[in-house]
T-cell receptor
Framework: DAGVIQSPRHEVTEMGQEVTLRCKPI?????LFWYRQTMMRGLELLIY????????DSGMPEDRFSAKMPNASFSTLKIQPSEPRDSAVYFC?????????????FGQGTRLTVV | AQKVTQAQTEISVVEKEDVTLDCVYE???????LFWYKQPPSGELVFLIR??????QNEISGRYSWNFQKSTSSFNFTITASQVVDSAVYFC????????????FGSGTRLSIRP
């Protein structure tokens, strides 16, 4: 398996524009996580899915952020409208059974810059 | 509340020195899992080790060793004979069996190995 695949790797956009980040998890992994990493706040869990269903979105900063998982092999994180404070690295991760202690496998991240 | 604390923000040592990265966790749960991840300058998060709360046996893998002590709620990571390639940010993380798979990360320790 190629691992967790995220696209794009880098995104530069203007404030107010819509941004869509994409993730393809490892096949067979039932859990998918979206994290945001900044210098100030470290790694923050935004939302996670189990079997394509959102389980906990309490980390989503505000209504400008939304995430979907239409099928087991694809998820998106959308920011609309984007703001400069959304600049960060966004990671997607997948795991077979984290509640049983299996580790999460991370994608290479998307570095988002909002100017 | 559950929490992971990595008190050392940055460590810098000369190559070939031994270095220990501290991790202290807080939880009242009896079943949980602890992890270490490495984030090299390239940015991806790489899984290093997992320990469950019932297994206090220390582990050694080459130059890496981990010391898990429930009595002090610590899960420390030692690199012996450090090398420049060990330079990275290291994260300690916690998953509670009861928390439906949320991964709680510490703030990370940035390790710099000087030649």
């Amino acid at each position: 398996d190629a691992g967790v695949i995220q696209s794009p790797r880098h995104e530069v956009t203007e404030m107010g524009q819509e941004v869509t980040l994409r993730c393809k998890p490892i096949s067979g992994h039932d859990y998918l996580f979206w994290y945001r990493q900044t210098m100030m706040r470290g790694l923050e869990l935004l939302i996670y899915f189990n079997n394509n269903v959102p389980i906990d979105d309490s980390g989503m900063p505000e209504d400008r952020f939304s995430a979907k998982m239409p099928n087991a092999s694809f998820s998106t994180l959308k920011i609309q409208p984007s703001e400069p404070r959304d600049s960060a690295v966004y990671f997607c991760a997948s795991s077979p059974q984290p509640g049983r202690g299996t580790e999460a496998f991370f994608g290479q991240g998307t570095r988002l810059t909002v100017v | 509340a559950q929490k992971v604390t990595q008190a050392q923000t940055e460590i810098s040592v000369v190559e070939k020195e031994d270095v220990t990265l501290d991790c202290v966790y807080e939880t009242r749960d009896t079943t949980y899992y602890l992890f270490w991840y490495k984030q090299p300058p390239s940015g991806e998060l790489v899984f290093l080790i997992r320990r469950n709360s019932f297994d206090e046996q220390n582990e050694i893998s080459g130059r890496y060793s981990w010391n898990f002590q429930k009595s002090t709620s610590s899960f420390n990571f030692t690199i012996t004979a450090s090398q420049v390639v060990d330079s990275a940010v290291y994260f300690c993380a916690l998953i509670l069996y009861s928390s439906a798979s949320k991964i709680i990360f510490g703030s990370g320790t940035r390790l710099s190995i000087r030649p």
